[in-house]
């Protein structure tokens, strides 16, 4: 918070924008504003914004994945998927 409040970290810049980061600096800047209090519920308040962002952003990659034949979703916990998209990566 106190990167952005002296001007050396721009609201445009890559860490400033980025998922968990940003949500993080939000909170934190609240706080030093009093605009947040050290309560529980603005802590969860903010664990819910960075996990509302997170689950948008997954939502968003599987989209794009599923658009792009490159890619192969396994579902997880399924070995002989994997174990067959392994095999076929090493060219048995």
Excluded: H, M
């Excluded at 002296?6 to 993080?24: C, D, E, V």
């Excluded at 989209?63 to 076929?88: H, S």
């Amino acid at each position: 918070a106190n990167l952005r409040a002296a001007g050396r970290l721009p609201s445009s810049s890559t860490a400033a924008r980025a998922i968990g980061y940003r949500q993080a600096l939000d909170y934190l800047e609240a706080r030093v504003s009093g605009e947040a209090d050290a309560s529980l519920e603005s802590y969860v308040a903010f664990c819910r914004q960075f996990r509302t962002a997170s689950r948008n952003y997954a939502a968003e990659q599987l989209k794009w994945y599923r658009r792009d034949a490159t890619f192969a979703i396994v579902p997880a916990g399924d070995d002989a998927a994997l174990a067959t998209l392994l095999d076929l990566d090493r060219g048995a």
